[in-house]
């Protein structure tokens, strides 16, 4: 059993954090593949399972994690009790499979740990009003270890995962990559949003909105890995803190549009009907009255897209459009670009100096991205990192950690 | 899949019940294996896990196959919803692995059915006071879908099973054996509690104090089974309704014990204290005051059993004990008993002229039990079942079901 013995690794961690004297509560995920598996037997009941059935269902990886753990560490000798959702209370929207925590209910959680009991809580899952099940999400474990360690005010949210912190860039892209020992929410942010998997974006503005200090760390060793925290003065002093990646949007040029009031409406008003996400826009300089508007999309909704832009094309009377699955963006995140200038012209004149052609930029107060042609990605992170230093001894250095934390692990 | 097609078989079923017009709630048990795959889980992470998360862990079989089975009926076209021991709100004592149905809410069931929806409730489990998970232990779905019918009132609890119904006694041992078409709740009791494994005695208790009636039925046809159902004029007209054995107790004998006030006391008292369950109980005549006072216990208490009484026999200065696994309890049962005399004189001489010792008798209202030497038990019930007719054409006909009714579709 590689997985119950994960979770029996996980509780002798948990353990020893207990014997330091911390107040534990610890969120678990389900053991690896349960999820799946039971969503497997999801679609071979129903082609189109119902999503309530379907939280009901995976709910249960969660909550067997929850008991086991439970029962390694009463095996070491620990007081622990395990709390599902609803147990909790955590209360969500009726959005099943992607429902928002609403309220969590602290009163059970400090019953529990005022009799001195580590309390394991079954990540991922909470109830509506009407008591239904649901679950939150990709990274929903993680939310719901920020939201109980913010409700208890707790010191800390310890986050494992199956890498050592968050880096300056993929290290399998860059080798050079380092470990962040700190990064503000709003860098983790944008690192999220523009590709970082580590953590999920609704988890770090959960952890913000709160307050929440994050320890983003190993399951699989003692090492300190990456706090996100509140943004702090030293931060400033490095300009670039990160580097990320997509590769999962496509580019559509809709070309010789009419440059009149509206138009932008007329496409993608339809694009958000259908439920499309658009990220970066892009509308070049008009000519002789005709401009080219290029947009990204998912690539899992290009088809979709085309086909509904094709009809838009027609009644403006564009030219034509086309469209482009074979591009990257690369993105830089820092704060200190509020007070560094030059930042942008350093980006792209490091691109341009390696050949690499810029197509689209898109920029915000503390990150900049770039879409470039898809077999430049590796070539250009590391081209970067090399530019803004990234590569160098870290100057933010973690304190070290005390004190009451919610923590979460993930049973793996 | 052998397991899911065996819930969408049991989802068309139900389908086709919906469809003639009935409201149903189904009751589902865990799919086969999944307890105990559960329960092995919970040895490895602790050599003795706590009740309470045993109870947490294996309630989650329970909730995969609701879920599983609304999505199957889903498929089918029907509008079917999951509920769970606590979405029901089925209250009980904090008695972990074997807790007693305390109150069954009907406010979310009747809502459901309101709203023409199949309701598909997870078995065995409930909540405590303070919300804990509980289970009912052995034959747990089965005492749920009992509750349900009596809290809604419902015109029939139908519980299927892996055989045809209720049998006038084991037809693996005697070929003559026939269904019992109708049968009493004080028929059903007994013979649950002398061996008949096809229902529990909690859930016919439960079933009798709320006058549920209840039909036993295979999961694999369309037969009718056996119905279970208050006392009816018509039953009285047989003598015997069926035969049991069980063949998981010991017999323990003190000899030679002085046969004064409380000597009975002074054995029992610490057998009761060490929660050894004592069946029968049988008391020699007093010869120049010495007696021999043997019972029976469970097989798997004997060694327990026998320590206290050997202790318990040198106080007394009893001449010795002696013990014997080597016994069946052959038991007959029947509501005719009451009002027919000569059914004991019967019974011993249908033994007796096999040449089968009678070790021990005991007798209730409506049953006789023998233990007898356990070679002989095969030989016993089938002579006991000739000796009673119980081979003959049934005079017991169960009537045509009609109606909105509570069932129970057990999930293997």
Chains 1, 2 share one sequence.
Do not use: W
């Not at 909550?63 to 390694?72: D, E, G, I, K, P």
């Amino acid at each position: 059993m590689a997985n119950l013995e994960r979770i029996k690794s996980v509780a002798r961690r948990v353990a020893k954090a207990r014997e330091a004297g911390n107040h534990l509560v610890v969120v678990v995920s389900a053991m690896a593949g349960e999820t799946d598996r039971l969503l497997a037997l999801a679609r071979e009941a129903c082609p189109e399972p119902s999503e309530r059935e379907t939280d009901v269902l995976v709910s249960t990886g969660e909550q067997v994690t929850s008991a086991l753990l439970a029962m390694s560490l009463q095996a070491m000798g620990c007081e622990a009790v395990s709390l599902l959702g609803h147990q909790v209370r955590i209360f969500t929207d009726s959005n099943y499979s992607t429902a928002r925590i609403q309220t969590v209910d602290r009163s059970r959680l400090d019953k529990e740990l005022a009799e001195g009991k580590i309390v394991v809580v079954a990540g991922f899952q909470g109830i509506d009003e009407n008591g239904n099940i649901t679950t939150l999400g990709r990274g929903g474990s993680d939310l719901t270890a920020v939201a109980i360690a913010a409700v208890l005010g707790a010191d800390l949210c310890e986050i494992y995962t199956d890498v050592e912190g968050v880096y300056t860039t993929d290290p399998g892209i860059c080798p050079e990559a380092r470990k962040i020992a700190r990064i503000s929410y709003d860098e983790m942010l944008e690192m999220a949003s523009l590709g970082a998997k580590v953590l999920q974006t609704r988890s770090v503005e959960f952890a913000k909105k709160y307050s929440v200090p994050i320890h983003v760390r190993s399951s699989f060793s003692e090492e300190e890995g990456t706090m996100v925290v509140q943004e702090e003065r030293d931060m400033e002093r490095v300009v670039v803190s990160g580097i990320t990646y997509r590769t999962d949007e496509g580019k559509i040029t809709i070309k010789g549009v009419r440059d009149v009031p509206g138009v932008a409406a007329k496409i993608f008003g339809p694009l958000a009907d259908a439920n499309i996400v658009v990220d970066m826009i892009i509308q070049d300089v008009s000519d002789d009255g005709l401009t080219n508007v290029t947009f990204t999309v998912p690539k899992g909704d290009m088809v979709k897209a085309l086909k509904i832009v094709k009809k838009v094309a027609k009644e403006l009377e564009a030219r034509g459009v086309s469209s482009d699955e074979d591009i990257a963006k690369v993105s830089i995140v820092g704060v200190g670009m509020r007070s560094h200038s030059g930042v942008a012209a350093k980006m792209f004149s490091s691109l341009a100096q390696e050949g690499i052609n810029i197509q689209m930029i898109s920029t915000s107060e503390i990150k900049i991205s770039c879409v470039i042609q898809a077999k430049y990605k590796e070539l250009a992170i590391r081209v970067l990192h090399k530019a803004f230093g990234l590569g160098e001894e870290d100057i933010r250095q973690a304190p070290p950690l005390v004190g009451r934390g919610a923590r979460r692990r993930r049973a793996r």
